[in-house]
C-alpha cells in the first residue's frame, strides 16, 4: 500500500516534468498533455505489478512520445484519405528523434503554470487545466474535488486547452516586462485552489482530492523554481499557516469553530515553524507584498498560546498597511475586526459603517455576520440577533449557516 | 430509478419560523439533517442534495433586448411554499424513494416533534434513450 502511495505521489511530481518534455519535442499542448495523462494512467496500473522503472521520467516521456506519434499517425492518415494528396515521407515528420528519453533533465512547472495560468483564460478554466497539466490530476479527480460531474470538468479542460492553442501562447518564459503580470495570475490561481479546499475540507467525501494540500505542493514548486520572489515565498507561508489549523476548525459533523474557540493543540506545529520561517526571512529582504502580509498576520495568530495572547495590536498594523496596499473591502472587514480588538467593539462598529456604503461588501454575508459579533460584544442583543439571522440567510456555506443560526438562537434565548 | 426529493418550506413563517425555535431544538434539527445525509451515503442511495439560500435572496432573471440577463427581485408567481432544498436518490422502486422521504419530512421541530413536512417526489428524467 505504502509503495503504491508513494507511486501515485512520483508520478504528479513528474507529470510537469514529462508534460514539459513532450511539449518541446511536439509542440501541440492540448495534444501533448491528452498524451501524457494516458501516460500516467498506464504507469499507474503498470508500475505497482512490474514495480517502478529505472528511469521513471523517461519511462514516462517515451510512452507519451509514442501516443504522441501514433495520434499523428491517425490524423495524416485522415487527411491523405480525405484530400488524396499523399505526404510523401509521413514518417519523417512524426517520429521522434532517436534521443528518446535523453530530454536534458530540467523542471518545467514554472513554463507550464504560465501557460496554464493566461490571462486569455477564465479562473475556473486555469484551476482545472493547472490541476491535470501541473498537478497531474485525472480529470475525474478534479471534478470530484470541485463537486462537479467529470463530463463537465472534462468540457471545461479541453476547452481551455483549445483557447491556449487559439491564443497561440508559446512555451517559453514570458519577457521580463509581462513577467511580474504573469506570475501574479499563476500566485493567485493557486491562492483560489488552496481557498476552494480550504473552504470546503469539512465537505462530505473523505475521497475527493485535498486541494489545499496540491496547492501547497504546486506553492512549493514555484518556490524552489523562484527561491528570491518574496511574494511567491509569502503565499507559500500564507497556506502553510492557514493549513495548519485545519484539524481545529471544524467538529466531527463539519461543524464551523471560530479561531477564538479553537483547540491549539492541534495544530500543526512543524506547519508553523515553516511558515514562520518563510515570513522572517522574506520580510527580511525588505520588498513588502500582499501575501507576505497576510501571511505574516496568520502568523501572529498562530504564535499566541492562548486567543486572549494575540498580539492584536501588530495584526492591526498589518491590515493597516494592507489596506494602504490595495483598495478590498475583505481586507477593510479584517481591519475592522482588528480595531475592535484593540479599541473596543465600538470602534470597530464605526468602521462597518463605513462599509455598509461599499456595493462590493453591503449585501456581503461577512459583513453582517462581523456586524454581529461586534454588536454582540458591545451588548446590544437585538441588533447582534438580526445581525447573525441576516448574515445566515445570506451565506452559501451550510455549515456556516448552522453556526450562525445557532448563535442567534442562543442569543435569544439569553444564553451565550 | 433516480428521484428528486424536493423539502418544501411554508412561504411567510420561512423555514417553519426556524428563528422563533429555542438553541436545543434547532441543534436537534440540524443535528438529524446531518445525520440523515450521511446514513442516505452511507446506504448508497445519495446521488446529490443542496440546500438553498431562503427565497428572500433569488432573484428572477430574463432575458431583455438583446438577450441580456435582467435581473430583478421579482414578482415570484404567488407560491405557498418555497424550495429548501433537495435531495436525489437513486434507487430500485418509487416506494424505496417514498420511504426516504418519510425519514426526511419527519425531521424534528420545536419540542423535538416530527415537523411533518411535505416533501414532493419528483422522478428525475434519467431513462436511456429510445432504440431505433
Known amino acids: 500500500m505504502t509503495a503504491a502511495y ?7 511530481e ?11 519535442r511536439f509542440g501541440d499542448f492540448p495534444a ?3 498524451a501524457v495523462q494516458e501516460a500516467l494512467l498506464v504507469a499507474a496500473t503498470k508500475w505497482p505489478d512490474e514495480g517502478v522503472p529505472d528511469n521513471p521520467r523517461a519511462w514516462l516521456i517515451q510512452v507519451a512520445a509514442r501516443r504522441m506519434t501514433d495520434a499523428l499517425r491517425t490524423e495524416l492518415a485522415r487527411r491523405r484519405r480525405e484530400t488524396t494528396l499523399a505526404l510523401d515521407e509521413p514518417d519523417a515528420l512524426v517520429v521522434p528523434a532517436p534521443d528518446s528519453g535523453q530530454e536534458p533533465e530540467q523542471d518545467d512547472t514554472l513554463l507550464l503554470l504560465f501557460m496554464c495560468c493566461h490571462p486569455a483564460l477564465t479562473r475556473s478554466s486555469s484551476i482545472a487545466l493547472t490541476l491535470r ?15 462537479v460531474p467529470e463530463a463537465t470538468m472534462a468540457q471545461r479542460i479541453s476547452r481551455a486547452k483549445q483557447l491556449i492553442k487559439k491564443s497561440g501562447v508559446r512555451f517559453s518564459m514570458p519577457t521580463e516586462g509581462e513577467r511580474a503580470e504573469t506570475l501574479g495570475a499563476v500566485l493567485h490561481v493557486l491562492y483560489l485552489v488552496f481557498n476552494e479546499g480550504y473552504a470546503t475540507s469539512a465537505g462530505p467525501s473523505l475521497q475527493r482530492v485535498d486541494l489545499s494540500s496540491e496547492a501547497i505542493r504546486l506553492a512549493r514548486a514555484v518556490y524552489h523554481a523562484l527561491p528570491d520572489d518574496t511574494e511567491c515565498a509569502g503565499l507559500l507561508a500564507l497556506m502553510l499557516l492557514t493549513d495548519a489549523r485545519k484539524v481545529a476548525r471544524s467538529g466531527p459533523d463539519g461543524e464551523l469553530i471560530p479561531l477564538d474557540e479553537q483547540d491549539r493543540a492541534t495544530w500543526d506545529r512543524d506547519a508553523i515553524a515553516e511558515g514562520v520561517a518563510l515570513v522572517e526571512k522574506t520580510l527580511a529582504k525588505g520588498a513588502v507584498g500582499a501575501y507576505q502580509l497576510q501571511a505574516a498576520i496568520a502568523a501572529v495568530h498562530d504564535e499566541a498560546a492562548r486567543a486572549e495572547d494575540t498580539d492584536w495590536p501588530q495584526i492591526l498594523a498589518l491590515y493597516g498597511l494592507l489596506l494602504r496596499m490595495a483598495d478590498n473591502p475583505m481586507i477593510a472587514l479584517n481591519h475592522a475586526i ?5 479599541h473596543g467593539p465600538a470602534a470597530g462598529l464605526a468602521l462597518l459603517q463605513e462599509l455598509d456604503a461599499d456595493p462590493r461588501i453591503a449585501s456581503h454575508h461577512r459583513l ?6 461586534l454588536e454582540e460584544r458591545a451588548g446590544n442583543r437585538d441588533a447582534a440577533i438580526a445581525a447573525y439571522r441576516l448574515a445566515a440567510d445570506r451565506t452559501a456555506s451550510i455549515p456556516e449557516r448552522n453556526y450562525l443560526r445557532m448563535k442567534a438562537a442562543r442569543l435569544a434565548a439569553g444564553e451565550s | 430509478m433516480k428521484f428528486m426529493l424536493m423539502m418544501n418550506a411554508p412561504r411567510g413563517t420561512g423555514d417553519w419560523g426556524i428563528y422563533k425555535w429555542g438553541p436545543g431544538d434547532m441543534k436537534a434539527h440540524i443535528d438529524f439533517m446531518i445525520r440523515l445525509n450521511k446514513d442516505l451515503r452511507a446506504e448508497g442511495t445519495l446521488a446529490g442534495c443542496e440546500g438553498l439560500a431562503p427565497p428572500g435572496e433569488a432573484r428572477l432573471v430574463r432575458a431583455g433586448k438583446s438577450a441580456a440577463p435582467e435581473v430583478t427581485d421579482g414578482p415570484f408567481a404567488e407560491a405557498k411554499e418555497f424550495l429548501a432544498g433537495y435531495w436525489i436518490v437513486d434507487v430500485e422502486t418509487p416506494d424505496q424513494a417514498y420511504a426516504i422521504a418519510a425519514r426526511a419530512s419527519a425531521a424534528p421541530g420545536p419540542g423535538g416533534k416530527p415537523l411533518n413536512m411535505p416533501i414532493e417526489v419528483r422522478q428525475v428524467m434519467s431513462g436511456p434513450p429510445p432504440e431505433s
Not at chain 1, 513528474?14 to 518541446?24: E, H, T
Not at chain 1, 482588528?338 to 484593540?342: D, F, L, R, Y
Not at chain 1, 453582517?368 to 459579533?373: I, K, L, P, Q, S
Open chain 1, 14 to 24: 513528474l507529470a510537469p516534468q514529462v508534460l514539459g518534455a513532450v511539449v518541446r
Open chain 1, 32 to 34: 501533448a498533455e491528452d
Open chain 1, 338 to 342: 482588528a480595531a475592535s480588538m484593540v
Open chain 1, 368 to 373: 453582517a455576520a462581523v456586524r454581529a459579533h
Open chain 1, 133 to 147: 497539466a501541473v498537478g497531474g490530476l485525472t480529470t475525474a479527480e478534479i471534478a470530484s474535488a470541485f463537486l
Open chain 1, 6 to 12: 508513494s507511486g501515485e505521489h512520483l508520478l504528479r
